[in-house]
């Protein structure tokens, strides 16, 4: 079957960094997708990576290993507004997302 | 990234009537369009996919006559919970994609509450 594991909750401090870790089982593989998703609001996109390695977007980092079936989201400098779901969905083999249920993430001063 | 418009994006109604959700790409062709329910606290659950111009392809136990999915162009589809119960209150979001292998882009959401 098609699986997604990640943390259900992690705390971090402001200014630190913190990884958010997910595998993935899907049938075929068409690219790993993190999403943002504040408390009540519909889920905003992050990144993407289809190749293996690291892909650096600012203040956040995505990498993927396919050969593990392994992704983590890399969050540096965290800020106050970085709490919230960091959602983990792989894309399978018909471009179909298979979601995670989401990492929370709390921040503290 | 690009935009995806859903309206409106808080409805309340009552028992036995139907609404009606629209999501809109503003800026771009989308080829298919995704309709997800999210219960609170939990992840977002796809309810059905449709491709423009074709019937929605409805996920095991989403009642099709239940949620009605229309995508008649490339920037719109819509979503109509019929015959609404307290239990189909619920976040609705919806998500459009112009390709295959590209990112899907999500609309604000809707909060559906059925009194």
């Known amino acids: 079957g098609q699986n997604i594991d990640q943390p259900t909750e992690m705390t971090a401090t402001e200014g630190a960094i913190v990884q958010i870790n997910c595998t993935y089982q899907t049938s075929g593989f068409n690219g790993l997708f993190w999403y943002q998703q504040h408390a009540g609001e519909a889920p905003t996109f992050l990144s993407y990576?289809?190749l293996d390695g690291l892909e650096e977007k600012g203040r956040f980092s995505s990498f993927l290993s396919r050969s593990k079936g392994y992704s983590y989201l890399l969050l540096k400098e965290l800020q106050m507004k970085d709490s919230a779901s960091y959602l983990c969905a792989a894309m399978d083999s018909n471009y179909q997302l298979i979601w995670g249920a989401g990492t929370k993430l709390i921040i503290k001063p | 990234g690009a935009v995806v418009s859903q309206h409106p994006s808080r409805v309340i109604c009552k028992s036995g009537t139907s609404v009606k959700i629209e999501c809109r790409s503003l800026d771009f062709q989308a080829t298919t369009m995704f309709w997800y329910r999210q219960f609170p606290k939990q992840s977002l659950m796809l309810m059905a996919t449709s491709n423009e111009g074709s019937k929605a392809t409805y996920e095991q136990g989403v009642e099709k006559d239940k949620f009605l999915i229309n995508h008649a162009s490339l920037t719109l589809s819509t979503l109509t919970v019929t015959s609404a119960h307290p239990e189909d209150s619920s976040f609705y979001i919806c998500?459009?994609?112009?390709?295959?292998?590209?990112?899907?882009?999500f609309g604000q959401g809707t909060r559906l509450t059925v009194v």
């Open positions: 998500s459009a994609r112009g390709g295959a292998d590209t990112e899907a882009f």
């Open positions: 990576n289809v």
